[in-house]
């Protein structure tokens, strides 16, 4: 009998091999300078990596995985030719759902790793050379940490405060450094860890790993939706693409009008809104366009569409555009002017305390009213140890993932608590160009266009561009076979992909599992929100053929791709696309901004919060982060985020 080491025994481990290998085999084909096409999975240690990621799902899901690699080695899948192995693994995607997510797991896992893990001995993954990826570009700098975090010992720790503050990105960020410059005693609780300048290597797997919930690697329950957000001190500012939009005039008139958020709709919401753009120093002086902008300009140009340049928060005197290229993986240039340079340094001059490491399991309540948080930090061994804070206030900023869970797990909030999730579902469709598109270079986002907006009562989408990741990037990749990955591999320094996320009037939710763990849930199935996200797919289509590029593909499991020299007919091939199917892992799509799970509103039974921030039924305890949106923004969320939380801080401040 073979013995188990990690979660497969030796059979399933040949046969995760023999899978990895099929999804990138090595090819003989000369010349082949860089050894790219003789290279597989195996030689990179992939299906170790894949193995040792897996270790991180729950005891369910691997024993379902297990399961999967006993169903391929029982049909011979390990002693089967390439060519019968590529039938196998396309006849399972064609079999059933399960099959297809097991698949589609595994491909882009093996992408992921092949595409983004470094070698040891250089630094670099020797892929990147035929990608035209850099890697990075400089060490660190040695950046002193202004902030000094306490780190619970052994026998725990106990903390006594006005205000505690659960998360620290952009609400809990703003929230800690407006309340503790009011003369609040404020405990801030981070999840995540604490890194700055110094730790950021612009390595995109160690980003993942260090900066990002659940390593980056989390969906909705039913693998409809891939899920990104910061986990660290800082939040989501400290990873994010740093575009900086007001919330539209609509939207505020809605917020006021319909769930009763007074002054949204006035000059009073314009300071607090004046005060965030301030506090970040938002310009216009460091948005350069890199080349996947100017295609998208290119593009609009030609079809009479707008193309505006967008603002960030961004210090000019430490700007570098190359670096710039880098910071979805943390800013090394220290330009970013995010929660970590600004708010929460605030706080912790006006004496705030710091815990990072440390998930808050419930609230403490006590005649219906917060007394406090029970959470536990994680030390670097491994080791946990309880946190107690007593506060009257708490301030719920863990964002709108974790926040409904916190509530869950204590038993406030009320019904809607955890509903009304909104995810900005996005996706890209990638242009490959003539020239180098050098995608890696310069701020990931410095325009847009809103050209599709408002399509419908308020409800359309925006059109971006993205991050270049090597390893998400070629996780994404459709995979036609070993063959014709590696060959949209080979081209992706020619690549510049658009993306499009709809502002969506449907809604999921958070709920939790046995153990407390937060679950979202999210289909896209509202009648308008999936009309407008086939729209945006047939509209980068046709945007991408308008700026020039000779091969188009999107990102759906089975592929599709127009090559302006095979003769097929763009408007036709941007119909398929638009028709082709969005069940789970059918098609990559993605979030980046999670919101409304804890919302805000007049009506108890529809909302969590009133409409300035506190729990209708708890007193004491107040949201301030993205999790209080009413609705779906439809623009990058990070400064409404901000404006909602200075707001509640007042309302806190005044309240007592």
């Given at each position: 009998?073979?013995?188990?080491?990690?979660?497969?025994d030796e059979?399933?481990?040949?046969t995760?091999?023999?899978?990895?290998?099929?999804?990138?085999?090595?090819?003989?084909?000369?010349?082949?300078?860089?050894?790219?096409?003789?290279r597989?999975?195996?030689?990179?240690?992939?299906p170790?990596?894949v193995?040792?990621a897996?270790?991180?799902?729950?005891a369910?899901a691997?024993?379902?995985?297990r399961?999967?690699?006993?169903?391929?080695a029982?049909?011979?899948?390990?002693?089967?030719s390439?060519?019968d192995r590529?039938?196998?693994?396309?006849?399972?995607?064609?079999a059933?759902?399960?099959?297809?997510?097991?698949?589609?797991?595994?491909?882009s896992?093996?992408?992921?790793f092949?595409c983004?893990?470094?070698?040891?001995?250089?630094?670099?993954?020797?892929?990147?050379?035929?990608?035209?990826?850099?890697?990075?570009?400089?060490?660190?700098?040695?950046?002193?940490?202004?902030?000094?975090?306490i780190?619970?010992?052994?026998?725990?720790?106990?903390l006594?405060?006005?205000?505690?503050?659960?998360?620290?990105?952009?609400?809990?960020?703003?929230?800690?450094?407006?309340?503790?410059?009011?003369?609040?005693?404020?405990?801030?609780l981070e999840?995540?860890?604490?890194?700055?300048?110094?730790?950021?290597?612009?390595?995109?797997?160690?980003?993942?790993?260090?900066?990002?919930r659940?390593?980056?690697?989390?969906?909705?329950?039913?693998?409809?939706l891939?899920?990104?957000?910061?986990s660290?001190l800082?939040?989501?500012?400290?990873?994010?693409w740093?575009n900086?939009?007001?919330?539209?005039p609509?939207?505020?008139?809605?917020?006021a009008?319909v769930?009763g958020?007074e002054?949204?709709?006035?000059?009073?919401?314009?300071?607090?809104l004046?005060?965030?753009?301030e506090?970040?120093?938002?310009?216009d002086?460091?948005?350069?366009y890199?080349?996947?902008?100017?295609?998208?300009?290119?593009?609009?140009?030609?079809?009479?569409?707008p193309?505006?340049?967008?603002?960030?928060?961004?210090?000019a005197?430490?700007?570098?555009?190359?670096?710039a290229?880098f910071?979805?993986?943390?800013?090394?240039?220290?330009?970013?002017?995010?929660?970590?340079?600004?708010?929460?340094?605030?706080a912790?001059?006006?004496?705030a305390?710091?815990?990072?490491?440390?998930?808050?399991?419930?609230?403490?309540?006590?005649?219906g009213r917060?007394v406090?948080?029970?959470?536990?930090y994680?030390?670097?061994?491994g080791?946990t140890?309880?946190v107690?804070v007593h506060?009257?206030?708490v301030?719920?900023?863990?964002?709108?993932?974790?926040?409904?869970?916190?509530l869950?797990?204590?038993?406030?909030?009320?019904?809607a608590v955890?509903n009304y999730?909104?995810?900005?579902?996005?996706?890209?469709v990638?242009?490959i160009?003539?020239?180098?598109?050098?995608?890696w270079?310069?701020?990931?986002?410095?325009?847009?266009?809103?050209?599709?907006s408002?399509?419908?009562?308020?409800?359309?989408?925006?059109?971006e561009?993205?991050?270049?990741?090597p390893?998400?990037g070629?996780?994404?990749?459709?995979?036609?076979?070993?063959?014709?990955?590696?060959?949209?591999?080979?081209?992706?320094r020619?690549?510049?992909?658009?993306?499009?996320?709809?502002?969506?009037?449907?809604?999921?939710?958070?709920?939790?599992?046995?153990?407390g763990?937060?679950v979202?849930?999210?289909?896209?199935?509202?009648?308008?929100?999936?009309r407008?996200?086939?729209?945006?797919?047939?509209?980068l289509?046709?945007?991408?053929?308008?700026?020039?590029?000779?091969?188009?593909y999107?990102?759906?499991?089975?592929?599709?791709?127009?090559?302006r020299?095979?003769?097929?007919?763009?408007?036709e091939?941007?119909r398929?696309?638009h028709?082709?199917?969005?069940?789970?892992y059918?098609h990559?799509?993605?979030?980046?901004?999670?919101?409304?799970?804890?919302r805000m509103?007049?009506?108890p039974?529809?909302?969590?919060a009133?409409?300035?921030?506190?729990?209708?039924d708890?007193?004491?305890v107040?949201?301030?982060?993205?999790?209080?949106f009413?609705t779906?923004?439809g623009?990058?969320?990070?400064?409404s985020?901000?404006?909602l939380?200075?707001?509640?801080?007042?309302?806190v401040a005044?309240?007592?």
């Open positions: 009998m073979a013995i188990k080491t990690g979660i497969f059979t399933q481990r040949i995760l091999a023999r899978l990895c290998d099929t999804f990138v085999p090595s090819i003989a084909r000369a010349p082949d300078p860089d050894g790219f096409w003789a597989s999975a195996s030689d990179l240690g992939v170790a990596q193995e040792d897996l270790t991180a799902v729950p369910a691997q024993e379902q995985i399961e999967f690699m006993d169903g391929l029982a049909l011979g899948f390990p002693d089967a390439p060519e590529e039938r196998f693994i396309h006849a399972f995607m064609d059933t759902p399960e099959a297809l997510a097991g698949m589609m797991t595994f491909k896992l093996t992408l992921l092949f983004g893990t470094p070698e040891a001995m250089t630094g670099k993954n020797p892929n990147w050379t035929t990608m035209g990826y850099p890697g990075p570009l400089s060490a660190p700098p040695s950046t002193p940490k202004p902030i000094r975090t780190q619970p010992a052994a026998g725990g720790l106990k006594e405060a006005d205000v505690v503050v659960i998360g620290s990105g952009a609400g809990g960020g703003v929230m800690a450094g407006t309340l503790a410059a009011q003369g609040k005693h404020v405990v801030v999840a995540g860890g604490y890194y700055n300048e110094a730790d950021f290597n612009q390595y995109e797997l160690w980003a993942y790993q260090n900066l990002y659940a390593g980056g690697l989390s969906g909705t329950e039913d693998g409809s891939s899920l990104m957000t910061g660290n800082g939040g989501g500012t400290t990873v994010n740093t900086c939009i007001k919330t539209r609509a939207v505020r008139e809605e917020w009008r769930h958020l002054g949204l709709d006035s000059p009073d919401f314009d300071r607090h004046d005060a965030i753009w506090r970040l120093g938002v310009n002086q460091c948005s350069d890199n080349d996947p902008h100017k295609r998208l300009q290119e593009a609009c140009e030609k079809l009479g569409y193309f505006k340049r967008v603002t960030r928060n961004a210090d005197a430490t700007y570098d555009p190359a670096s290229g910071m979805g993986f943390g800013d090394q240039s220290g330009s970013k002017m995010g929660t970590l340079k600004t708010y929460l340094e605030d912790y001059e006006h004496g305390e710091f815990v990072v490491r440390c998930q808050v399991q419930r609230i403490l309540v006590e005649g917060a406090g948080v029970e959470a536990n994680t030390d670097p061994s080791a140890h309880t107690t506060a009257p206030i301030v719920l900023a863990a964002g709108a993932l974790e926040s409904p869970a916190v869950l797990r204590s038993g406030i909030g009320g019904p955890g999730l909104r995810l900005h579902p996005a996706t890209a990638a242009g160009y003539d020239e180098p598109q050098q995608a270079w310069g701020p990931p986002q410095t325009a847009l266009s809103d050209q599709f408002d399509l419908e009562d308020g409800y359309g989408f925006l059109i561009c993205a991050h270049a990741n390893g998400l070629a996780a994404v990749v459709p995979w036609p076979s070993g063959l014709g990955v590696k060959e949209l591999l080979q081209l992706q020619f690549a510049s992909p658009f993306v499009f996320l709809i502002r969506d009037r449907g809604h999921g939710s958070v709920t939790v599992d046995a153990s763990n937060a979202p849930n999210y289909h896209l199935d509202d009648p308008l929100d999936e407008h996200f086939r729209r945006g797919l047939q509209e289509v046709m945007l991408q053929h308008a700026a020039g590029a000779r091969k188009i999107s990102l759906h499991s089975r592929p599709m791709i127009w090559n020299d095979g003769g097929d007919d763009i408007a091939f941007a398929r696309v028709d082709a199917s969005l069940d789970p059918e990559a799509t993605f979030s980046l901004h999670h919101m409304g799970s804890c509103g007049s009506d039974g529809t909302s969590v009133n409409p300035w921030g506190e729990l209708h708890t007193k004491g107040w949201v301030g982060d993205g999790s209080a009413p779906a923004t623009t990058n969320p990070m400064i985020i901000m404006a939380a200075h707001r509640t801080a007042e309302a005044a309240a007592g």
